[in-house]
């Protein structure tokens, strides 16, 4: 089975903080993605990268910066986290249509 | 408007009830997604379609590409079943990002 895996379930941060969300998937897939998901929304993609070093913006990168230097770890940043940034946030990989989700974080920033 | 419509929102049903979940896009697809997410989980992928009708246990996919319209039926739902499920639409002009709908959150009573 495809393991996506999240290091933190729950997270609480400061504002201001720099924090580090770290995603790792061990099916050598190339295409990895990193989403927030808020009540009453749908997922919004934050970034997607589709191979080492690679990335590409989303839809509501404002705030966040990733990075890939392995083909099997994304790791996302907030360089200063506020408020606004309290969330759940997913990681995904896909081989070709098919999509694999870690467990999410869900981060609180106070 | 939003390019994928999720209806209904909320759905609460009896065990054994048959169920059905519509997700309505206004965009060209080349593929559509039905995913589940259980409370305070993951999100596992259940179908990909680009066309016609797909079968896996008690869960049918259907589309209508000329409508732009799809369904998720559950036959004799379970409680075990209950959690949110969310259609999300890969848009013909991109590669690489889907288009998420709100998601339709499904509680089955016993």
């Known amino acids: 089975d495809v393991k996506v895996t999240q290091s933190s379930r729950y997270l609480v941060k400061r504002t201001g903080e720099k924090v580090f969300l770290e995603c790792v998937q061990d099916?050598?897939?190339?295409?990895m993605f990193w989403y927030r998901q808020d009540p009453g929304l749908g997922l919004r993609l934050i970034y997607f990268?589709?191979?080492?070093?690679?990335?590409e913006k989303g839809d509501i990168p404002e705030g966040y910066s990733v990075s890939r230097e392995k083909k099997e770890r994304f790791s996302l940043i907030l360089e200063s986290a506020s408020t606004n940034q309290t969330s759940m946030y997913l990681c995904?990989?896909?081989?070709?249509?098919?999509?694999?989700f870690g467990s999410g974080t869900q981060l609180s920033v106070l | 408007k939003n390019e994928v419509e999720q209806s209904p929102q909320n759905l609460t049903a009896q065990e054994g009830e048959f169920i059905t979940i519509n997700c309505s896009y206004s965009?060209?697809?080349?593929?559509l997604h039905w995913l589940q997410q259980h409370p305070g989980g993951g999100i596992v992928s259940l179908f990909m379609l680009s066309s016609g009708k797909k079968k896996h246990g008690r869960l049918i996919a259907t589309i209508n590409i000329q409508e732009k319209h799809s369904s998720l039926h559950i036959t004799a739902s379970h409680p075990r079943d209950s959690a949110v499920y969310i259609c999300a639409v890969r848009n013909m002009d991109s590669n690489y990002q889907l288009i998420w709908g709100a998601g339709t959150k499904l509680i089955i009573k016993p």
């Open positions: 995904a990989s896909s081989y070709y249509e098919k999509l694999f």
């Open positions: 099916m050598d897939h190339e295409n």
């Open positions: 990268s589709y191979d080492v070093k690679m990335k």
């Open positions: 965009v060209g697809i080349s593929a």
